[in-house]
């Protein structure tokens, strides 16, 4: 039951409940007195166990008689005859009784090796009449065409109470903990409604349930009755089984239960959905004493087996509420995965469609690579790495009630009354989590569900209906709305993606790395005696190759050469050109007469051999024993130079970029590093994507340069922070000063 | 950032006027339009980057590869880049992209296509 964390405590007597499961309702000795209940011994059909009430319909006793004789000839032929076969085709047998003076409706089964036959007069009995078994195929469309449950679960109210003529019928709903909801009623204008009223599990106890899998139907026509006693009370040992039996004489408990609301004649019908109990259709009369005829029982029982037919689609599609809308954003997110090489994360919470919206939920966790991200309505991020633990550690993956779970996560359960949680394998420990937020829900009790239960008789404490059955009702704390299991599938689908894809891009990270590391960057500066060069070089977040480069080339006679280049274009094509570029451009500068002529030297291998590529390169050729430098600058940002007295950049000797043209024709600039002077050569990724854009950046790098330290590698770290740029581009900068 | 690439029309001539951050994610965009403006087969386009906001390595190769395209279709190329758009024009001069790629200053600089004497 949905027993509220801030509600009262049940005060049922556990003793009386105790009693109550105990309590034999399938062989209760006694049937009700709308009709005889008859067991008789097979084949000769003679009466084994009568009820008390036999006589007066028989015109006399009926122990040791046989049917034969209680039958005129004809209809006892037709008995007989119908034994041979299926007897739910038998039922109802109309048949005349001479001593009651009127027709009588034979129903038979058989029980205990018994044949057990049950006689219910047709006088006193309402008839729908002709009018209405002829509107059953229109009845039977409509059930059909229904939409929803709630359609299905309305015209279901509609017609039953139109065949039976009951003043109320409902369509109760159980919960999984057997709480029944009233989802559909049909009712006499004057009455009370008790559309939308939950009813304790309590009222139906469960041996009650498992009888109303099996047996569909149940009729009390006079909730007053008295009950009579069958005669002999035992066959063999045991009382009959009553179990299959229409006349069944019920628990005067539910008797009991029946007259606090007020209900004179009660009917119900098992809705059973796969097999198992799902609901019921309940039938109350108030007026008096009210009994359809078995005819229209059974077409009323009819109604409620075709409905039942009908629940699993109706029942799936209402739970699968948003399954194609689930099933597009799961798509959807598999396309960002897809095209997202770097901070997997970072999109699934940031970007246009995140992980938030894949399912209905206020917050959204994703754990991935050890780093964890938020979106939307969550935990404290400090909570939600030990609260998903903990639901881990209990086996629980899906919870609508997080404070059932970890009592001590109840605090939570303003943004995390439901998690969701689907792990990424991987041995990172990587997440991802729903969550939802606390649904306070309004439940109306039909009476109230905790008290008033117990009722002291002479026995002891005996279970009794609910006094007062005043609407009474409470609220449902600590609970979000519950987890759809389609919700959970795409969550799970969606982790072990992202399983697969950390899996294979671990993989080709490390082989980019490596390829990144051996073509493009330098292990370890070599070092150059009289020269202090610092280099920095920062990939981007997006792309684990960029195309900057960065040399130094020791010359003959002591001199050296700084390279700083960048390729336009990302990836492994822009890699394996500045790999290309790189060894082409030291080639040209060990055997060419300075850097203007290396550069014209690269610029015909990009022309002859990476026609349509675009490159620009910096090279300042040092020596260091003079301080003398020689410039040349392919389309490449200028270089800085820091004196003591000013900061500027260096704009002459220069030319366009690599690949341009087939014959540049570089030039040089020359100057002399003196004493503390600096030169600093950085890629575009440094400057070009700050606020104000690329001019903006290169006069933010000159005040950082002119307002920094004085060694290369201080200035270097001056410089990244000061400019802080954005790693949506690689960043490289070298800084150099003579020793 | 909003990017996009406007079939539109500078001093008579067919023209995709460029409006966000012309860049590695977009410059995709431009090179398609430019192929498609062209093999209509006109005597002159024009790629107008006044509302252009940003323009990197990878937009710069794009206009060097429309410069191509164009001369080889024998169109004639304008890309109109004005001095006062600093974030546009700065790498433009730094790559000096105008040794391959016709630059002006303003849609004003785009001469009128030459009036078909044959027509008149």
């Not at chain 1, 330098?522 to 981007?540: I, K, M, W």
């Not at chain 1, 903006?696 to 001056?718: I, K, M, Y």
């Amino acid at each position: 039951m949905t027993s509220p964390a801030a509600g009262p405590a049940p005060t049922v007597d556990d003793e009386a409940l105790a009693r109550c499961a105990d309590e034999p309702i399938a062989v209760p000795g006694a049937v009700q007195p709308h009709g005889v209940l008859l067991a008789v011994r097979e084949p000769d059909l003679a009466v084994v166990v009568a009820s008390g009430n036999a006589a007066d319909l028989f015109g006399g006793p009926v122990a040791g008689r046989g049917l034969d004789e209680l039958l005129d000839p004809a209809d006892a032929g037709r008995l007989r005859a119908g034994l041979a076969g299926d007897l739910a085709e038998l039922n109802p047998l109309r048949v005349r009784v001479r001593a009651a003076g009127g027709e009588v409706d034979l129903v038979v089964h058989r029980a205990d090796g018994l044949l057990v036959t049950e006689w219910e007069p047709v006088r006193g009995a309402e008839e729908a009449g002709i009018a209405w078994h002829r509107r059953l195929p229109t009845v039977l469309q409509r059930l059909a065409a229904s939409a929803t449950l709630d359609e299905l679960s309305a015209v279901l109210a509609r017609d039953v109470r139109a065949l039976t003529g009951f003043d109320r019928v409902m369509v109760y709903r159980f919960d999984p903990e057997w709480n029944g909801e009233v989802i559909a009623e049909d009712r006499r204008a004057d009455l009370e409604p008790f559309l939308g009223l939950w009813f304790p599990a309590g009222d139906i106890p469960a041996q009650a349930r498992a009888l109303y899998e099996t047996n569909w139907m149940r009729l009390i026509p006079d909730a007053g009755y008295r009950p009579v006693p069958l005669e002999p009370a035992t066959v063999g040992r045991r009382p009959l089984d009553l179990s299959g039996a229409m006349l069944r004489s019920v628990s005067p408990v539910h008797l009991e239960y029946l007259a606090n609301m007020g209900v004179r004649a009660s009917m119900s019908i098992s809705l059973v959905d796969r097999g198992k109990l799902w609901g019921l259709i309940a039938c109350h009369h108030y007026a008096g004493p009210h009994r359809p005829s078995y005819t229209d029982r059974t077409a009323a029982e009819f109604l409620g087996r075709t409905a039942s037919l009908l629940l699993p689609t109706k029942v799936v599609a209402g739970d699968q509420g948003g399954v194609v809308e689930v099933a597009q954003r799961q798509a959807e997110l598999a396309a960002v995965v897809g095209r997202t090489p770097r901070g997997l994360a970072a999109a699934l919470t940031d970007g246009e469609v995140t992980a938030l919206g894949l399912v209905p939920a206020a917050g959204v966790a994703v754990r991935l690579g050890g780093q964890l991200h938020l979106a939307g309505t969550t935990p404290p991020a400090e909570r939600v790495g030990p609260l998903v633990r903990d639901l881990l550690a209990a086996g629980v993956r899906a919870t609508d009630a997080v404070s059932r779970v970890l009592p001590a996560a109840a605090d939570l359960a303003a943004t995390a009354s439901g998690v969701l949680v689907a792990e990424v394998a991987g041995g990172r420990g990587d997440y991802l989590a729903w969550f939802r937020p606390e649904t306070l829900r309004e439940i109306t009790w039909g009476g109230n569900p905790y008290t008033s239960k117990t009722a002291q008789t002479d026995a002891g404490p005996r279970l009794s209906p609910r006094r007062s059955f005043d609407a009474w009702s409470e609220t449902v704390r600590e609970r979000s709305q519950p987890w759809l299991d389609h919700e959970v599938a795409a969550a799970r689908s969606l982790a072990a993606l992202l399983t697969e894809t950390a899996a294979n891009r671990a993989t080709e990270d490390n082989r980019l790395a490596t390829a990144l590391q051996r073509t493009l960057l330098l292990e370890q500066l070599p070092e150059v005696p009289g020269v202090d060069l610092a280099a920095r070089y920062l990939p981007s977040a997006d792309d684990v190759v960029g195309g900057d480069w960065y040399d130094l080339v020791p010359l003959p006679g002591g001199r050296v050469s700084v390279v700083l280049g960048d390729v336009a274009g990302h990836g492994l094509a822009a890699a394996a050109i500045t790999a290309q570029l790189r060894h082409a451009l030291r080639a040209h500068l060990l055997r060419a007469a300075g850097p203007a002529a290396a550069l014209d030297g690269l610029n015909e291998v990009i022309g002859a051999l990476l026609p349509g590529e675009l490159a620009t390169a910096v090279v300042a050729e040092l020596d260091p024993a003079t301080g003398e430098v020689v410039i040349a600058n392919a389309g490449h940002l200028p270089v800085l130079h820091a004196t003591a007295g000013a900061t500027e950049y260096l704009h002459e000797g220069r030319g366009p970029a690599l690949g341009l043209l087939d014959a540049a024709g570089y030039r040089e600039i020359r100057l002399t590093l003196a004493g503390d002077d600096r030169l600093l050569l950085v890629s575009d990724g440094l400057v070009e994507r700050g606020r104000g854009g690329l001019s903006a950046g290169l006069d933010d790098l000159r005040a950082a340069v002119a307002g920094g330290p004085v060694t290369p590698q201080a200035l270097a770290d001056a410089v990244l922070a000061a400019l802080d740029p954005p790693r949506t581009d690689d960043v490289t900068l070298l800084a150099l000063a003579r020793t | 950032m909003h990017f996009d690439v406007e079939r539109t029309t500078v001093a008579g001539r067919p023209a995709l006027t460029v409006r966000g951050e012309l860049d590695l994610a977009t410059s995709p965009q431009l090179a398609e339009a430019a192929e498609a403006l062209l093999s209509a087969g006109p005597a002159g386009i024009v790629v107008d980057l006044t509302p252009t906001v940003f323009l990197d390595s990878s937009g710069a190769r794009t206009l060097i590869a429309v410069a191509r395209k164009a001369a080889a279709a024998g169109a004639e190329l304008h890309v109109v880049a004005p001095r006062s758009n600093r974030p546009v024009r700065l790498p433009i001069d730094l790559l000096e992209l105008g040794a391959v790629v016709p630059i002006v200053n303003s849609a004003g600089e785009v001469p009128s296509p030459a009036v078909n004497r044959d027509a008149t």
